[in-house]
């Protein structure tokens, strides 16, 4: 099953508000990804992290491998309308052969 | 992502239909994967297979069987289609475990 915690849920925003999304486990993770999804096509890969501590943006976007090496979160700054979509995390646990999903947050976004 | 094929796009379907989901890559990646996804539920692994000799279930690979016919396809069956299994599947490839997936744009499979 899931062994990863991805909170919220859902969030409801206004335009330029920013965001913030996390996820948690109680295993060590080798790597977390963040890939957000929009409706009609499949996760496209927003950031990759690959060492405890990392921190790493694209744009607008920051994402952190928690020092722990158990958690991640995702920050968007002054969100715009094309933010809208669901936001997944995804880690590959130490040992293992392949990743792990959260279970996404969708971001709706009012202008 | 374009180097990641899925046919169908869309597919409606009766009860007790056999299926397949086709997957073909053009990254050159060794491993491939299939996900379903459902509301609420995120992303789900069914089966994946690492190579042209290899192919290992998934947390929820009971009702699907998988073909891996060479590096760059992989084919999802569903025997005996049932309701429950509506839903949104994904393939997705690799270069080695713990590196990024890249999907495709899915196939949306409704059994009625």
């Known amino acids: 099953g899931q062994q990863l915690n991805q909170s919220p849920q859902s969030m409801f925003i206004q335009e330029g508000e920013d965001v913030s999304m996390n996820c948690t486990s109680s295993s060590i993770f080798n790597t977390w990804l963040w890939y957000k999804q929009e409706p009609g096509e499949g996760p496209v890969l927003l950031i990759a992290?690959?060492?405890?501590?990392e921190l790493t943006s694209n744009g607008r976007l920051t994402a952190q491998f928690g020092i722990t090496r158990k958690d991640s979160f995702l920050n968007i700054s002054a969100s715009i309308p094309s933010d809208v979509g669901i936001y997944f995390c995804?880690?590959?646990?130490?040992?293992?052969?392949?990743?792990?999903f959260g279970q996404g947050t969708r971001l709706t976004i009012n202008p | 992502d374009a180097d990641v094929t899925q046919t169908p796009r869309n597919r409606i379907t009766k009860t007790g239909k056999r299926i397949m989901l086709e997957c073909s890559q053009t990254k050159g990646h060794d491993r491939m994967y299939w996900y379903r996804q459902d509301p609420g539920l995120g992303l789900r692994l069914i089966y994946y297979?690492?190579?042209?000799?290899?192919?290992n279930k998934g947390e929820i690979s009971d009702g699907y069987s998988v073909s891996r016919q060479a590096q760059a396809k992989f084919s999802l069956s569903l025997e005996s289609a049932i309701p429950n299994q509506t839903a949104l599947y994904f393939c997705a490839t690799s270069d080695y475990s713990n590196q990024p997936q890249h999907f495709g744009d899915g196939t949306r499979l409704s059994i009625l």
């Open positions: 995804a880690g590959a646990i130490q040992g293992a052969q392949k990743l792990v």
């Open positions: 297979s690492f190579d042209v000799k290899d192919i």
């Open positions: 992290l690959y060492k405890a501590g």
